[in-house]
């Protein structure tokens, strides 16, 4: 019933209490919420719970947001301070952080190419600082504009921009060195 | 080194990125059954401009008579309270807020006054303990040493805190403990229960 409905009017029948459409609401944004929640968090199933609690939070809240506004920009707000809670969280109960598992595809020369091309990628990423990293995810995951990172993370444009291209720039010196390890 | 618009980097990113939301797509699946199961019959929050908002908004019956019904109801628990006030087995301006052991209702009166003058009492009973500490969003999760100076067993510290929404522990000799029976609201994450309270009235769950 709901599937084929905006997201405006999905919104407003969850303010009016209408759980349904907000379960749409949930299945539309949970991949982008995970992916947010993964990149900042660095362990699936913290960011699985997180992404739980965001959809809570956020519908919990649901009266606060403003219509007019960006939906994502606000889930992804909402999202990226329970993940920094999180992180402050853990400086008191570490967990082991990092445990993808690929799955595999038809091809396996292919897969395997891929795999390790991803493998070199993810653990890179994941040893940048978290202050470069979670620009890098923002952007390069999410897709959002500079504007909308830097309302997320609550820093400036310019200070976004810089971070995403001091990030890369991390991340191809860590790629030479692999390289040429001299 | 350039980092131009086309730069392959940027697409391994990305390809890495939704590889690791692609491996998770099982695990993904129900979230929505489990969040509206969360949520039960939860409402949003009107929150208090809402409920001005509403109250101002016209109405069949008329604003005044509306506004008249309200201004009365404030004036009779003004009277209750004054006269019990007396009764109270505490007084207001003495005694600091008491988050632990205490009624909910009790608390969140009390709560609502200046508690970033008196600070708010986070109080546990740990007869046996040896180190009690509260964790939570105020201290960005470090923990604050409690203390039981006469060795009763009564373990309080006394935090200064603006109005707001909160979420705690305690940690008693290493061991998490999240669910103060006092607490206004419990929130589970990562298979451990903390506490919420609202101070003042107020807080942003965002």
Not at chain 1, 23 to 44: H, P, Q, S, T
Not at chain 1, 100 to 117: K, M
Request: with cysteine.
């Amino acid at each position: 019933m709901y599937r084929t409905q905006d997201e405006v009017s999905l919104l407003r029948a969850s303010l009016e209490g209408e759980t349904a459409a907000w379960g749409e609401i949930v299945m539309r944004y949970k991949d982008a919420v995970f992916g947010l929640c993964l990149g900042f968090l660095r362990n699936r199933a913290d960011a699985e719970d997180i992404t739980h609690d965001a959809f809570i939070r956020a519908y919990v809240n649901l009266r606060r947001y403003n219509l007019e506004r960006k939906f994502s920009t606000w889930v992804f707000t909402i999202a990226a301070n329970l993940c920094r809670n999180r992180l402050r969280y853990r400086r008191n109960h570490p967990v082991m952080e990092v445990d993808f598992e690929l799955e595999g595809s038809a091809d396996p020369a292919r897969t395997v190419a891929r795999e390790e091309r991803q493998v070199r990628v993810r653990t890179a990423l994941n040893s940048l600082p978290y202050a470069y990293r979670t620009p890098l995810v923002l952007r390069f995951y999410n897709d959002l504009s500079y504007k909308e990172i830097g309302d997320i993370l609550a820093i400036p444009e310019g200070t976004v921009k810089t971070r995403i291209h001091r990030g890369k720039a991390m991340l191809k010196e860590m790629f030479d060195k692999e390289r040429d390890p001299s | 080194m350039t980092l131009d618009a086309r730069d392959p980097l940027d697409e391994l990113l990305r390809e890495t990125l939704r590889q690791d939301v692609v491996a998770a797509a099982e695990s993904l699946a129900g979230l929505e059954e489990r969040v509206l199961g969360s949520l039960g019959d939860r409402l949003p929050k009107r929150g208090i401009l809402g409920s001005l908002r509403a109250l101002a908004a016209p109405t069949r019956g008329g604003r005044w008579g509306q506004l008249a019904v309200v201004g009365a109801t404030a004036a009779a628990f003004l009277l209750v309270g004054t006269l019990l006030s007396d009764r109270l087995p505490f007084s207001r301006h003495e005694e600091p807020l008491l988050l632990g052991g205490a009624p909910a209702a009790a608390t969140k009166s009390v709560a609502s006054q200046s508690p970033a003058e008196n600070g708010v009492l986070f109080i546990l009973p740990a007869l046996n303990a040896r180190v009690v500490s509260v964790v939570g969003s105020f201290s960005e999760w470090e923990p604050v040493p409690l203390s039981d100076d006469d060795g009763d067993g009564i373990w309080t510290t006394q935090i200064p805190l603006p109005p707001g929404r909160y979420e705690y522990a305690f940690i008693i000799d290493g061991r998490w403990w999240g669910q103060d029976p006092s607490a206004d609201e419990y929130v589970r994450s990562f298979g451990e229960y903390s506490s919420v309270r609202y101070v003042g009235g107020g807080g942003d769950g965002a």
